[in-house]
C-alpha cells in the first residue's frame, strides 16, 4: 500500500498518457488506414502501388524501429521536432507528438489490411448499384461499400486497438512518461518487483479488456446482417 | 486492370476514354507529388551531410557486418526461434486446455490465456527480466535473452491457443461426433482426429505469428538485449551515421518479414489448392471471401 502511496499521483499521470497517446494515435490510424484504403481499392495504378508498397514496407517494420525513426531521423538528423523549440516542455512535447505519429503511421497499415477485408465482404451487387445510379468512384466507396466495409471490421479494429494501447510501452525508448517508462523507474526505487509488476498488469487489463468487450458488443450491434 | 489490386471484386467499370484520361492525371499527380516529396527527403539528407559515401562505406566493410549487424540479426532470430517453438508447445497445451471437460482446467487456460493477451509485452519483458535477475534464475549474461523468449513465449503462447482453440472449433462436428461414436475418449478425439486436422489448417496464422514474434524481439532494445535494432543503432553512435544505419537495419528486417510473409501465403494457397479438403477452417479474423 505505501507503493500506492507514494506512486499513486504518477501512477495516474503515466496511464493518462499511455491513453492519451492511444486515443490520438487511434484516430491518426484510423484516418490514415482509410485514405490508404481507398488508394489500395482504387482504380489508378500509382495509387494502388504506393499504398500498397507502404503497408507492406511498414507493416513489417518493428514498432521500436519505427519510433526510433521519428525519434533519430526526423528529430535529431533532419530537424523536426513537431513542437515549439521555445517552449519550455518542447522535448517532451516533441517526443509525444513523435510517438504519436510514429503509432500512427504503424498502426495505419493494420487498419488499412482489415479495412480492406471489409471491402471484400461488401457484396460486388453493392458497388455495381451505386454505379447504376450514377455514382462515381469515390461516392460509391464514400456512402455505399465504405459504410458496409467499417460495420464488418468491427472486431479486427477492437484487435488492433487493443494491441495499440499495449504497443504505446514502446513510446518509452524515447523517453515518453507513459507506463512502462514509470515501470522502469518504480522497479529501480523500490525493492517490491512482484508488487510493482501487478499494479501495471492490472493497470492494462484495466484499459485491454473493456476495449475488447466494448468492441464484440458493437460488432454484433452493427452487423450488416445478409 | 492489372496489377496488385486485381482481387478487388469490381468496384469500378472498365475506364472509357474520360475515365482514362483522368486515372493518368491523378498518377501522374501522384508521382509528382512523390518525387517531390522524395526530392526534399533526399536533399534535407545531403544538407545534414548524411548522404556522403563516408556514411555509408562502412556498409561494405566486413567490421561493420561482423561487430554490429550479423550478431544482432542473429540475436533477433534466435530469440524469435525459440520463443515460437516454446510458444506452439504452450499454445496447444493452453487452447486445448480451453476446450478440457473439466471445469477447472477450463476456466484456469482461459485466465492464463486472457491475462497474457491483455499485458503488453514490453512490461512482461521488463519484469521478467528483473524477475530473473532479483532470483539469479539465470546467468548473468543470459539475462537479457532469458527474459525476451520468455515474454515472447508467453504472449505468442496466449495468441496461438487462441489460434489453435479456433482451429479446432472450426472442424465440422461429424469428425468430432463420429470419433466418439467409434469409442474415442475425449482426450483421444482431440489427440488423434481433431488436433492434426486443426494443425494442418492453423499453418499459415502460426507462420503469420512468426513474423510477429521476430518483429517483438526488437522490444528487447530496452532491456539490453542484443537484437538488430539495438545492433543498427549502436553501429549508428559508432560510425555517426544514424539514418544510414537505420535504413539499413529496417531493409534487413523488411526482407525476412515479407519472406516469412510469403511462405505463410505459400502455405496458404497449397492448403486452399491442396486435395479436397476434409476441414476448412482457415483461422483468420475476417472472413474474405476470396475471388
Redesign the interface.
Known amino acids: 500500500m505505501d507503493i500506492l502511496n507514494q506512486y499513486g499521483d504518477q501512477l495516474l499521470a503515466a496511464f493518462v498518457i499511455t491513453l492519451e497517446l492511444t486515443v490520438l494515435s487511434a484516430l491518426g490510424s484510423l484516418l490514415l488506414g482509410t485514405v490508404l484504403t481507398a488508394m489500395r481499392v482504387s482504380p489508378v495504378w500509382a495509387l494502388r502501388t504506393v499504398a500498397t508498397g507502404y503497408v507492406n514496407l511498414v507493416r513489417n517494420t518493428p514498432l521500436t524501429l519505427v519510433v526510433l525513426f521519428a525519434s533519430f531521423g526526423l528529430a535529431q538528423q533532419l530537424g523536426i521536432t513537431l513542437a515549439d523549440p521555445k517552449s519550455p516542455t518542447s522535448i517532451t512535447d516533441s517526443s509525444f507528438r513523435l510517438a504519436v505519429l510514429s503509432f500512427s503511421l504503424y498502426t495505419a497499415t493494420f487498419v488499412s489490411e482489415a479495412l480492406r477485408a471489409g471491402v471484400n465482404t461488401v457484396p460486388p451487387g453493392q458497388s455495381e448499384a451505386a454505379r447504376s445510379l450514377g455514382l462515381g468512384f469515390m461516392q460509391g466507396l464514400r456512402y455505399i461499400v465504405l459504410p458496409q466495409a467499417f460495420r464488418a471490421v468491427i472486431a479486427p479494429l477492437g484487435s488492433i486497438l487493443i494491441a495499440l494501447t499495449k504497443n504505446t510501452t514502446v513510446a518509452s525508448v524515447i523517453g515518453v512518461a507513459e507506463a512502462a517508462l514509470l515501470m522502469k523507474e518504480m522497479i529501480e526505487n523500490t525493492s517490491a518487483l512482484i508488487i510493482v509488476g501487478l499494479i501495471f498488469g492490472v493497470g492494462f487489463m484495466c484499459l485491454t479488456i473493456p476495449t475488447g468487450a466494448a468492441f464484440g458488443y458493437l460488432s454484433k450491434k452493427f452487423e450488416v446482417k445478409r | 486492370?492489372s496489377?496488385?489490386?486485381t482481387?478487388?471484386?469490381?468496384?469500378?467499370?472498365v475506364?472509357g476514354p474520360r475515365?482514362k484520361a483522368l486515372?493518368i492525371a491523378?498518377?501522374?499527380l501522384?508521382?509528382f507529388g512523390?518525387t517531390g516529396a522524395g526530392w526534399w527527403?533526399w536533399s534535407?539528407?545531403a544538407e545534414?551531410g548524411?548522404l556522403v559515401a563516408e556514411k555509408w562505406e562502412p556498409f561494405l566493410t566486413p567490421e561493420m557486418w561482423l561487430t554490429y549487424l550479423l550478431p544482432g540479426i542473429a540475436g533477433t532470430l534466435q530469440a524469435a526461434a525459440f520463443a515460437i517453438v516454446l510458444a506452439i508447445i504452450l499454445g496447444i497445451l493452453l487452447g486445448v486446455g480451453r476446450l478440457s471437460e473439466k471445469r477447472i482446467v477450463r476456466h484456469s487456460c482461459g485466465a492464463v490465456v486472457?491475462?497474457f493477451?491483455?499485458?503488453?509485452?514490453?512490461?512482461l519483458m521488463?519484469?521478467c527480466f528483473?524477475?530473473f535477475a532479483?532470483y539469479e534464475l539465470f546467468p548473468s549474461t543470459e539475462l537479457a535473452v532469458a527474459a525476451v523468449v520468455t515474454g515472447l513465449a508467453l504472449s505468442n503462447g496466449a495468441v496461438i491457443a487462441e489460434i489453435v482453440r479456433a482451429g479446432i472449433k472450426a472442424i465440422p462436428r461429424g469428425q468430432g461426433e463420429a470419433a466418439i461414436a467409434l469409442g474415442l475418449g475425449h482426450g483421444q478425439t482431440l489427440r488423434m482426429v481433431l488436433l492434426p486436422q486443426a494443425i494442418t489448417a492453423m499453418l499459415p496464422a502460426i507462420v503469420a505469428q512468426l513474423?510477429v514474434a521476430l518483429?517483438?524481439?526488437?522490444?528487447g532494445?530496452?532491456i539490453t538485449y542484443v537484437e538488430?535494432?539495438r545492433q543498427?543503432?549502436q553501429a549508428?553512435s559508432a560510425y555517426s551515421n544514424?539514418?544510414p544505419a537505420?535504413v539499413v537495419?529496417?531493409l534487413v528486417?523488411?526482407a525476412i518479414?515479407?519472406g516469412l510473409?510469403r511462405l505463410a501465403t505459400y502455405f496458404e494457397n497449397r492448403l486452399r489448392s491442396g486435395r479436397k479438403p476434409v476441414a476448412m477452417p482457415v483461422v483468420e479474423?475476417?472472413?474474405?471471401?476470396e475471388t
Do not use: H
Request: hydrophobic content about 50%; proline content about 6%; aromatic content about 8%.
Open positions: 486492370m496489377g496488385p489490386g482481387t478487388m471484386r469490381n468496384l469500378y467499370d475506364p475515365g486515372n491523378v498518377s501522374v501522384c508521382v512523390l527527403v534535407a539528407l545534414k548524411q486472457e491475462f493477451r491483455a499485458i503488453p509485452l514490453l512490461i521488463i519484469f528483473q524477475l532479483d513474423v518483429k517483438d524481439t526488437a522490444l532494445y530496452q538488430a535494432v543498427g543503432i549508428g544514424y539514418i537505420l537495419t529496417a528486417m523488411i518479414n515479407l510473409s479474423k475476417v472472413l474474405v471471401p
